[in-house]
């Protein structure tokens, strides 16, 4: 049996031809699904009870079980148990603009950038589309609340799942699910070129935030191992075609790490990297983990980062944090994001 919450809209209009029915049950099941928020296929009222039982036999609709809620100010942490027994973390947080959701897309992550935590959990598996999106109703049900913004910035390379998280921004996206728009959706990468190629060609109009953290190569090979494969040079030209073909602005993440990526000559050679590229950087307060060796810089130094890049007339903001004790155990699950396009 399978999960209902990982068809497409389209994969079900293929179900429902194959098995001699309309297309248009289709719509029907997506708005009883994500409108009406149904448990089971008999609460279905519009559909013939041959084809609930149809449904029945051929899917489930499995939820994910909460296993633990930790509150901060503005913000929810979630555990999520999956079928398997896996766990994955979600993040609410009530932002000005609405309400946003952090989630993850792999079980671990092997791309291994040395200040996160979930580098040192290796991945286990991809998560299935229904896994991306079930966090989804599961925290509009237990706050009911609506969920206007998703960031796929939980633990997880989301290009190193790429059909699956593709999948689930289409599912969502659509008018007749849960119908988040196109630019209430951020996908960020660590920056697989390749990916980020086949992410132009799909022409999806989500927004795409890169972890740059680092002005040049010397410092980036030490922070993030993906950089010896794929490195700046390659990584700008990527973007640069995405610019110039989509015509949207790119989001560059920078983690404020003390004494290795914050000093001013830093913040003068990343403004000479990123000079005349359609794009603004999100300066990230690090959120310190179990490795030692990174700490946060400290205020002013953000601050005095911050200057420089608005003198070269980069466009700036720093995030805002949703930093509480309670909080910061959550590791590379970062409680903390901030939209300004
Ligand atoms: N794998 C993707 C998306 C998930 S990580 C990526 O790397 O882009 C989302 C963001 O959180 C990335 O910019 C990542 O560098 C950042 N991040 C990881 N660990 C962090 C920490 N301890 N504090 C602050 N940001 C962190
Ligand atoms: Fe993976 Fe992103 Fe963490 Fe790097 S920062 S280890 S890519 S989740």
Not at 206 to 234: C, G, Q, T
Not at 261 to 283: F, P, R, T
């Amino acid at each position: 049996m399978k999960n209902i919450y990982n068809y497409s809209i389209e994969d079900l209009e293929n179900y429902f031809l194959t098995i001699n029915e309309k297309k248009f049950r289709a719509t029907q099941v997506y708005e009883w699904l994500y409108k009406m928020r149904i448990n089971n296929f008999d609460e279905i009222k519009n559909m013939k009870q041959d084809v609930k039982e149809k449904l029945k036999e051929d899917f489930n609709l499995d939820k994910l079980t909460i296993v633990s809620k930790v509150q901060g100010q503005d913000v929810y942490k979630y555990l999520f148990k999956l079928h398997d027994g896996n766990t994955i973390e979600a993040v609410l947080m009530k932002q000005s603009y609405g309400n946003s959701l952090c989630v993850s897309t792999q079980v671990g992550c092997n791309i291994g950038c040395h200040f996160c935590e979930s580098g040192k959990l290796k991945r286990i598996r991809n998560l299935e589309p229904s896994e991306m999106l079930l966090p989804i109703l599961a925290i509009e049900a237990d706050l009911n609340i609506r969920i206007s913004h998703v960031v796929l910035m939980g633990i997880g390379e989301p290009f190193d799942n790429y059909d699956n998280v593709i999948k689930f921004i289409n599912i969502i996206n659509h008018p007749k699910g849960i119908d988040i728009g196109a630019r209430h959706i951020t996908v960020s990468t660590s920056g697989l070129v390749p990916k980020i190629e086949q992410f132009i060609k799909d022409g999806k109009q989500v927004n795409l935030a890169i972890s740059l953290h680092a002005p040049n190569d010397e410092i980036r090979n030490k922070l993030m191992p993906i950089n010896k494969v794929y490195n700046l040079s390659m990584l700008i030209k990527t973007i640069k075609k995405y610019i110039r073909i989509t015509n949207r602005r790119v989001t560059m993440e920078y983690i404020m790490l003390k004494g290795i990526n914050d000093s001013s000559e830093c913040a003068n050679e990343l403004s000479q990297l990123l000079k005349g590229i359609n794009c603004y950087v999100n300066l990230i307060p690090y959120n310190e983990t179990s490795n030692s060796q990174f700490k946060k810089s400290n205020k002013e130094n953000v601050m005095k980062f911050y200057d420089t890049l608005k003198r070269n007339k980069i466009n700036v903001t720093i995030r805002k944090e949703f930093g509480s004790n309670l909080m910061a155990a959550c590791g590379q699950l970062r409680a903390n994001y901030k939209e300004d396009q």
